[in-house]
């Protein structure tokens, strides 16, 4: 079975250009999830998707970052424009469900770096 | 709200000797505690968690952690690592009412070494 697969791995821009992060969840997964983790830091929930519908936002800056999960399977993060502050790792996990207890599955992550 | 520590960012051991990695947390309801690792350009894995129940759950891989609700911890152990160990861990809790989100701590680096 597939794992999580992200593209690109690495990208490295100038600041105020925008960015883009592609995620395809495993198979039958309905819920997508998109995390960032700083530097030293453990992953931070940005966004949650069940299927289409993106139910918890609350953390993801909303004034630059966009997300959306078309058809509830494959999931773009977009950031216009970047900033120095951005540079960051970028994961996505998916779940078969959104039950607390469903186990969620991460991808290997797009590093970031705004130059 | 909840929050997570990890009490130490880095920790290296010989290989075949015993670890403990160190974790607290602090919520206002019960939660679910995890145990994630990230091996080198990996993405994280579940490694363990504590939903209910017995308090020690174990791993495929030989490691254990214990929940203990009077000291809010969940401490990650294995009685002998090998080199293949090496990797971040990160320890992370979810409460388990009223909606949810998994608060990560900031991971504990363990090095093996021969």
């Known amino acids: 079975e597939a794992g999580v697969v992200q593209s690109p791995r690495y990208k490295i821009i100038e600041k105020k250009q925008p960015v883009a992060f592609w995620c395809n969840p495993i198979?039958?997964?309905?819920?997508l999830y998109w995390y960032r983790q700083n530097l030293g830091q453990g992953p931070e929930l940005l966004i949650r998707y069940e299927n289409e519908e993106a139910v918890d936002d609350s953390q993801l800056p909303k004034d630059r970052f966009s997300a959306e999960r078309l058809k509830g399977v494959d999931s773009t993060l977009k950031i216009q424009p970047a900033e120095l502050g951005d540079s960051a790792v970028y994961l996505c996990a998916s779940s078969l469900n959104s039950g607390i207890t469903d186990t969620q599955y991460f991808g290997p992550g797009t590093r970031l770096t705004v130059l | 709200a909840q929050s997570v520590t990890q009490l130490d960012s880095q920790v290296p051991v010989f290989e075949e000797a015993p670890v403990e990695l160190r974790c607290n947390y602090s919520s206002s309801v019960s939660v679910y505690l995890f145990w994630y690792v990230q091996y080198p350009n990996q993405g994280l894995q579940l490694l363990l968690k504590?939903?209910?129940?017995?308090?020690l759950v174990e791993s495929i891989n030989g490691f254990e952690a214990e929940f203990n609700k009077s000291q809010t911890s969940f401490h990650l152990r294995k009685p002998s690592v090998h080199i293949s160990d090496t990797a971040e861990y990160f320890c992370a809790v979810t409460r388990n009412t009223g909606g949810f989100k998994t608060i990560f701590g900031a991971g504990t680096r363990l090095f093996v070494k021969a």
């Open positions: 504590y939903l209910s129940g017995s308090t």
């Open positions: 198979s039958g997964h309905n819920t």
